[in-house]
């Protein structure tokens, strides 16, 4: 049977190192509700703006796009 697959939605999440490069500790800032229509290059252009914006430094942009599989 084929399988269709439809769009869920799609969230960036930023991995920042609070601790020191000696004893790394990392927290992660999560923005949902990214049009999951876009384009992996603006969703990075945001996130860097973003992480831009932060008191720590950013160790990891990380996107996560969901979807739900049917079966038809």
């Known amino acids: 049977m084929p ?3 439809l769009p869920g939605y799609s969230r960036i ?3 920042l190192q609070v601790g020191t490069p000696e ?3 990392y ?5 949902n509700n990214v049009n999951a229509e876009r384009s992996d290059q603006d969703v990075y252009d945001v996130a860097s703006a973003l ?3 932060q008191q720590f430094e950013v160790d990891k942009i990380i996107r996560v796009n969901e ?3 049917i079966e038809e």
């Open 67 to 69: 979807v739900q599989l």
């Open 51 to 53: 992480g831009s914006l």
């Open 3 to 5: 399988l269709q697959v």
């Open 27 to 31: 927290r992660t800032r999560t923005y």
């Open 13 to 15: 999440q930023l991995r």
């Open 23 to 25: 004893n790394p500790v």
